[in-house]
């Protein structure tokens, strides 16, 4: 389980003793590189835990950061140090990955504050009813069965205008809807960036739930894409 | 990822796909999500009235490999039972029959749910108490 760090504890750089309580890459005193840090990722990026984030911020910090952790840099470096310099690019590189993607973002930061995504479901929470809504769970499954349909269609050579058509439409529903969801995301975000620790809790709630539903829609969205396209 | 023995059988052959007749009496379904991964899965029991043994069990999954075969695997394992009986089918018996690794419990638990709702919507459908039916079986 991924943990936050609120306060990191101070640490003593190796090269020049200063301490230093951020976890970053490099030593705010003497520029040293340093080794990898028990930090989230945010702090990779001198950050703190967040949703709304400057991109173009994050994507310029990534460059310049993994040239400062460029392998010819550490040629003639301790072999600590070049030890240090390929784990720290492969956090910078996980980091920025996992940063840079809006949903891998928001599941990130609610799995650092101990929300259950993904495998982590827990059995109980899971049978909850309203986290995935049952005409939701219709819809999918008879788009899944139309689509069966279709493909089983275009293998006998076959073409179904009727079936397309409504294959097409959908297609734009179920996008329409996965934008929907990822609206509600964006406001969530700001509300848990913004939030005390109450509200945080609230939006957090409401951020598993679309996900949840994100994860249907999602997989709905590219069957029929594939379909339509095959 | 490496799928069992088992778990390939019934991927390729998997028993019991289809569909009963939704709005039958005797005709239980069970439609359930797993939101870890957007998967679906329709289970549905056919049960005779008298008896309250499941007399027809069929499926039909959207999902990965180890969903089909936990289904598949299950209306096998329902077909035959009574109601009651059918409940204590747990999804770690499914997890160890088909060798599933971690990552792929969902799948099986997703076939415990499917199992469970498709007996509570016959319950519901022919006003069957919970507790009550848990007698009937006893007797
Ligand atoms: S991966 Fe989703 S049910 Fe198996």
């Given amino acids: ?230 | 990822m490496a799928y069992s023995d088992k778990v390939v059988d019934h991927y390729n052959n998997p028993r019991n796909v289809g569909t009963l007749d939704k709005s039958s009496q005797e005709v239980g379904t069970g439609l359930v999500g797993a939101p870890e991964c957007g998967d679906v899965m329709r289970l549905q029991i056919k049960v005779n009235p008298d008896t309250q043994v499941i007399e027809e069990a069929k499926f039909k999954t959207f999902g990965c490999g180890s969903a089909i075969a936990s289904s598949s695997l299950a209306t096998e394992w329902i077909k035959g039972r009574t109601v009651e009986d059918a409940l204590a089918i747990k999804n770690t018996d499914i997890v160890k029959e088909l060798s599933l690794p971690p990552v792929k419990i969902h799948c099986s638990v997703l076939a415990e749910d499917a199992i469970r709702a498709a007996i509570s919507d016959w319950k519901k459908k022919n006003g069957v108490a919970e507790a009550a039916a848990a007698e009937t079986a006893a007797q």
């Avoid at chain 1, 990898?36 to 994050?58: A, E, I, M, Q, R």
């Avoid at chain 1, 960036?193 to 709905?220: I, S, T």
Wanted: aromatic content about 6%; overall charge negative.
């Fill in chain 1, 1 to 230: 389980m991924l943990k936050v760090i609120e306060s990191a504890v101070p640490v003593a750089c190796w090269s020049c003793a200063v301490a230093h309580n951020e976890a970053t890459l490099f030593c705010p005193h003497c520029s040293k590189i340093q080794p990898p840090s028990g930090g989230d990722f945010f702090s990779v990026f001198g950050l703190k835990p967040c949703l709304n984030l400057d991109l173009t911020g994050l994507e310029h910090e990534f460059h310049r950061l993994s040239r400062k952790l460029h392998p010819d840099r550490f040629a003639r470096a301790g072999e600590n140090e070049k030890q240090w310099s390929l784990a720290d690019t492969a956090l910078l590189n996980d980091a920025y990955r996992t940063l840079k993607d809006p949903i891998h973002r928001t599941e990130y930061l609610l799995k650092l504050h101990g929300a259950e995504i993904g495998e982590e479901h827990s059995r109980k929470d899971r049978r909850d009813p309203s986290r995935v809504p049952a005409d939701l769970l219709e819809e999918v499954f008879d788009l899944n069965m139309q689509l069966e349909e279709m493909r089983a269609a275009k293998k006998m050579g076959e073409d179904d205008p009727a079936l397309q058509a409504s294959l097409e439409q959908a297609k734009a529903k179920f996008e329409g809807l996965l934008d929907e969801v990822d609206d509600s995301l964006r406001a969530q975000w700001s509300k848990w960036d913004a939030g005390d620790a109450g509200a945080r809790a609230a939006a957090q709630k409401e951020m598993v739930a679309l996900l949840d539903r994100r994860r249907y829609l999602n997989n709905l969205v590219r069957d029929v894409t594939e379909t339509l396209g095959a």
